[in-house]
């Protein structure tokens, strides 16, 4: 079975989305396509194994609050 999710995050501004794109970056690449729209980072995580998925995207969510909790310390 291939699974295929999509995870939009949206800011206050463009500047922020990128900020958290290229934050989480090195850790994506290769394993998530991501991309900024305006103000908003968007996600797209593959894999043929949900338990793989699963756990990109609980990886995922908690660098993203790591992320707003050290923008907001800026």
Known sequence: MHVKTKITFTYQTEQLAKIAYHSLLPDNENH???????????????????????????????????????????
């Open 32 to 74: 998530i396509e991501s991309y900024v729209n305006d103000n908003q980072l968007t996600c797209i995580i593959e894999n043929e194994n949900i338990g793989s998925v699963l756990n990109s995207i609980e990886d995922l969510i908690q660098c993203e609050k790591v992320i707003e909790v050290t923008s907001e310390i800026v």
